[in-house]
């Protein structure tokens, strides 16, 4: 079993510090080593988690609906003429919640998608109604930013009846034959007296906001209340009225054109447990060479520490790569000009080819 003061531990050996520090000393701050490290060690997993589609930070995830252009399904309100606020940016048909714990997003994978199973050539295949055991090739998206009313608290209007602490609570979408409001905020039953809520909290939205920040809105609805959607539990009844922010502010968001898009992604991996032991390694050198300089001073054994470091992402990479299926095609350019944007159609989507990004920035 690894814990996170053995991390620390192991990144001040790999630079040869000849100090250790505590579980205590890393929560109270009680050293400089304690102090320095409790600076890095968030922000050095995150972006080495980024620098490649590591298998140990894989995550498959429903998109949260945002919105979509007029005329879709989950949107029959009327067509305007030109884009307004509210729909996704051009040329994109559906808009997404950024999954909140994802670091790296890699792909939007179709639910279905046709032409594979039945014949139809490649370069002419549509999505939609396919056999659900084939799920296609990867679509095409982009993560941008939108401007939201964002929730920051929920006060309880009426409580309901049988709701437990810890359920999820959805709140209602707009009505059908309207443009959508936005994803709707999801709360938490904090405490639920004989089944009818008292308080909630809200569920945040994006990684590692100081107050919780919930829902996309397009509106400030602070003055309606609002009805529940669907609980996790058995709960019903319960309406509330929302604090929002006000101007609006961005989150980020997946738009693409694929309806009911499922995303995949590199998350955010905080159990060292869980961390492949190559991986592991490479973040203890990481960390190790991140923490040269403010303890040491030594550019000269920060440069070698780092060298070290890259060294074993590579071998890390190396290792984890040939863990999956790995295919290096190149699309040839008869299959690019008909649209076929994907590489691999042959193994469907859940492939990494060669996506890595560079190496830790060392001192020059």
């Known amino acids: 079993m690894t814990a996170q003061v ?3 531990n192991r990144a001040l050996q790999s630079i040869g510090t000849r100090t250790t520090v505590t579980a205590a000393e890393i929560a109270n701050n009680g050293s400089n080593e304690a102090i320095q490290a409790n600076i890095a060690y968030v922000p050095v997993r995150r972006q080495l988690l980024r620098m ?20 879709t399904p989950e949107n029959t309100s009327a067509a305007t003429t030109l884009w307004q606020p509210g729909q996704p940016a051009p040329p994109y048909a559906y808009e997404y919640q950024y999954p909140v714990d994802c670091l790296l ?4 994978t179709p639910n279905t998608a046709t032409g594979f199973a039945s014949g139809i050539p490649i370069s002419t295949a549509v999505t939609g109604g396919a056999p659900s055991f084939w799920q296609g090739p990867p679509v095409k998206l982009r993560v941008a930013t939108d401007s939201f009313f964002g929730v920051t608290a929920a006060a309880v209007v009426a409580g309901g009846t049988g709701y437990a602490v810890g359920d999820i609570i959805t709140l209602a979408q707009a009505p059908q034959g309207s443009a959508p409001l936005g994803a709707p905020v999801q709360l938490q039953v904090l405490t639920a007296p004989g089944g009818v809520i008292a308080t909630v909290s809200v569920v ?7 107050s919780a920040l919930g829902g996309s809105y397009f509106t400030n609805l602070a003055r309606a209340t609002q009805a529940q959607a669907s609980t996790t539990g058995a709960g019903m009844g319960a309406t ?3 604090t929002q922010t006000s101007p609006a502010t961005p989150q980020r968001v997946i738009l693409t054109n694929q309806e009911f898009a499922i995303g995949n992604y590199i998350g955010d991996v905080t159990d060292p447990n869980l961390f492949d032991d190559l991986f592991q390694e490479a973040f203890i050198r990481v960390l190790g060479a991140t923490l040269c300089m403010p303890l040491n ?9 780092i060298e070290e470091a890259n060294t074993m992402i590579a071998q890390a990479r190396r290792q984890d790569g040939n863990e999956s299926l790995t295919v290096n095609d190149v699309l040839p350019d008869w299959l ?3 649209g076929v944007n994907f590489l691999e159609d042959y193994s469907g989507p859940y492939n990494t080819s060669f996506n890595y990004g560079g190496l830790w920035p060392g001192f020059s």
Do not use: H
């Not at 001073?297 to 520490?305: F, S, T």
């Open 6 to 8: 053995d991390i620390y």
């Open 52 to 71: 490649a589609p590591w298998n140990c930070g894989a995550k498959t995830a429903n998109l949260t609906y945002i919105t979509s252009v007029p005329g």
């Open 105 to 108: 997003f890699q792909w939007v």
């Open 204 to 210: 945040n939205v994006i990684l590692g906001e100081a």
């Open 240 to 242: 509330f009225s929302l």
């Open 297 to 305: 001073g030594d550019k000269n054994r920060a440069k070698m520490a």
């Open 336 to 338: 690019r000009v008909r």
